[in-house]
């Protein structure tokens, strides 16, 4: 049951991933299993290389929490190869039902982040920090380049690093630095060079900026936690399900500018966002198994 529990979340955080705008660090946040994937992901260091040169593989395995890992990123697998047409059909002919559902997905789990921590007027500024800065990142203009090739690597290691960051998209980050269209037909036309240097700073950023954030939430929990909710909060605005060309309006107003506004159906997605979040965040519990922020791994 454990393992299936794993494997539901990484199907929300594969989701989350073919949305442009949402990140799957968002979900990995919100449903309490950030922590574990940081520490999963930083112990990949000189530990891992050594037990794998000693052949010590159970202990590797162990070490870098193998089944979790392979759990949640088997989820998160399935879940972009069978959501990803769907979600591109909603993102180019139906996109206010879409948002709707996403932004019921982050309001229903607020609640329970925010009791998470012991506030204070510092973590609340640190909050109100984190708001402003998701905001200011939706409201850059993207940009178009013609890349070197060490840009490849430049742009892997901020994207991956957006992209474990709850509230930020990796590929939103792309389209900002100007390496969206070029990254993609690298992938489409299988420029293998490109891809191994893009892949390489993918590496290099994960591996780096998931050890900082562990770092941060070990000494600074509740710190950390303030900033964090406050970029997922600031995430609704790049989420509003009635905006056109990076532009937000009331729901009336929407269809001047841009189409039909679809109200109902949109309260109707933000409801099932709301219950779907609301079973994703009982899962453990209705699976016999224990909270997973009550559970924490030991690392020798």
């Not at 891992?48 to 052949?55: D, F, K, M, T």
């Not at 303030?226 to 509003?240: E, K, N, Q, S, T």
Request: charged share 5%; hydrophobic share 60%; proline share 4%.
């Amino acid at each position: 049951m454990q393992y299936l529990q794993w494997i539901i979340k990484g199907m929300a955080m594969g989701a989350a991933d073919v949305v442009p705008g949402v990140s799957g660090g968002t979900l990995a946040f919100i449903l309490g299993i950030y922590q574990r994937l940081l520490t999963a992901i930083s112990a990949f260091n000189l530990t891992a290389v050594r037990l794998l040169l000693r052949g010590r593989f159970s202990a590797l395995w162990q070490y870098v929490d193998g089944t979790f890992l392979v759990c949640l990123f088997s989820g998160i697998l399935v879940s972009i190869f069978a959501l990803a047409g769907v979600i591109s059909y909603f993102l180019e002919y139906r996109p206010v039902p879409l948002w709707a559902l996403f932004t019921g997905l982050i309001l229903a789990a607020l609640p329970q982040l925010c009791r998470s921590i012991s506030w204070s007027l510092p973590r609340l500024f640190l909050c109100l920090l984190g708001i402003i800065f998701a905001i200011a990142i939706s409201l850059l203009s993207p940009t178009e380049l013609q890349p070197s090739a060490w840009m490849y690597f430049v742009a892997g290691a901020i994207a991956i690093c957006a992209m474990i960051l709850p509230g930020i998209s990796g590929s939103f980050i792309l389209l900002i630095l100007g390496m969206y269209s070029h990254v993609l037909l690298a992938v489409t036309s299988l420029q293998l060079g490109v891809l191994a240097l893009f892949f390489a700073g993918c590496v290099t950023g994960l591996l780096s900026f998931s050890r900082l954030l562990n770092w941060l939430l070990a000494r600074y929990h509740d710190a950390s936690l303030a900033f964090l909710i406050g970029i997922v909060i600031g995430a609704l605005y790049r989420i509003w399900p009635w905006q056109w060309q990076n532009q937000l309006y009331f729901p009336w107003t929407y269809p001047n500018a841009a189409g039909a506004a679809d109200i109902l159906v949109a309260a109707g997605c933000a409801f099932a966002g709301v219950v779907i979040m609301l079973l994703l965040l009982n899962l453990e519990r209705w699976l016999g198994m224990p909270s997973a922020s009550s559970s924490k791994q030991q690392v020798d």
